[in-house]
């Protein structure tokens, strides 16, 4: 079979390599991989960037795919051939004497892994996958817009579990990612009225996407008045919630001037260099500075009920490109001329 794979620990090293089909394990499932999202931790990977380290230096690709179940392990019990499914990308095996597994936070154990990162993923045209970490896909669903679940998830997880945004509130995204952009889809679909802002570079694809789907947006940068006088134009007493997903420091510091007082800021991207700045400034207007980290799986179930709720227009944000032009694929997405790439592996 075709597979997308790392092959050394060096700047853009993976390509497409002819494998054999995995066998599954007693408590795996085989899944033919129908479709295949690329993530920004992929593209992390894939250049190397610090903080990726203990991504295997041979590995397959993938973790948020979608599939049909084509053979079982010997012990399977939850799965029959034919069942149309998800995989939970950051996995920590159920144990019950886990207080985070106990808590409704798997993702946070110290004994997770990410498939696709750690082990073989779904880059490729065969998958083996635990039983445990598989999720039915409902029947109205396709699974090219299957394979956003796992980003959609990561977005659910951010405005339900670490934010209070309810009906009518004001929400700035910062960072048209497609983290930010999903995270914009979950507050709007729970009646926020949401603004969301880039800089230059994202103004020809992202922000051309953000506002094709609905969404007032802001541009910052040196050319431009800075976000909190911007932000006064729709909202002039501040925002109730801000979502950081930029991942720019810089933004993250500066986040305080354009939230009302009493406000949530949630920071659900990864900084790749440490933060110098003022909390005084957060702590005189009281605003609760929050993370989000990944998902589980009410996260993701959640994000089946917002695409059959027809909340996510995969049409405009996503380009497909078939598994062989994986590369490509990874090229278009780190010059951010796409917004949100997908593989096709039966192409
Ligand atoms: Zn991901």
């Known amino acids: 079979m075709k597979a997308f794979r790392r092959f050394a620990k060096k700047e853009r090293s993976a390509k497409l390599e002819e494998i054999s089909v995995p066998k599954p394990g007693a408590k795996e499932v085989l899944v033919q991989v129908s479709h295949c999202g690329i993530c920004g931790s992929d593209l992390h ?5 610090k903080g990726y380290e203990s991504v295997l230096a041979e590995v397959t690709f993938g973790h948020e795919l979608s599939g049909v179940v084509t053979e079982l392990g010997k012990d399977v019990e939850k799965w029959k051939l034919g069942d149309r499914v998800v995989m939970i990308a950051l996995q920590t095996a159920n144990d019950p004497k886990d207080p985070f597994c106990q808590n409704g936070l798997p993702q946070l154990s110290e004994r997770r892994r990410v ?70 889809v979950c507050a709007r679909a729970r ?27 802001i541009t910052v940068g040196n050319k431009y008045a800075p976000l909190h006088e911007q932000t006064k134009n729709y909202f002039p007493d501040g925002a109730n919630s801000l979502i950081e997903a930029s991942g720019a420091s810089h933004a993250l ?4 001037r354009s939230v009302q007082p009493n406000g949530i800021v949630t920071a659900v991207a990864l900084y790749s260099r440490s933060i110098d700045f003022d909390l005084t400034q957060f702590l005189r207007k009281q605003i609760d500075l929050r993370t989000s980290y990944a998902s589980s799986k009410p996260d993701y179930l959640r994000a089946f009920k917002l695409m059959e709720a ?38």
């Open 45 to 49: 990977a894939w250049l190397n960037h």
């Open 115 to 184: 498939q696709g990162l750690h082990l073989d993923g779904g880059m490729a045209e065969y998958v083996c996958v635990n039983e445990e970490f598989l999720i039915k896909i409902p029947t109205n669903i396709p699974m090219s817009l299957a394979a956003l679940t796992e980003p959609l998830s990561v977005a659910e997880h951010c405005i339900e579990n670490r934010t209070s945004i309810r009906d009518k509130d004001r929400v700035i995204v910062s960072g048209p990612g497609i983290i930010g952009m999903l995270c914009a």
């Open 191 to 217: 009646g926020a009225e949401v603004l969301i802002v880039g800089t230059e570079k994202d103004e020809e694809v992202r922000l051309a996407t953000a506002k094709k789907i609905g969404f007032k947006t």
């Open 253 to 256: 510091g500066e986040t305080w």
């Open 310 to 347: 027809g909340q996510v227009d995969a049409d405009i944000m996503v380009s497909i490109f078939d598994l062989k032009d994986a590369e490509s694929a990874f090229r278009e997405s780190e010059n951010l001329k796409v917004m949100k790439a997908v593989l096709n592996c039966r192409s």
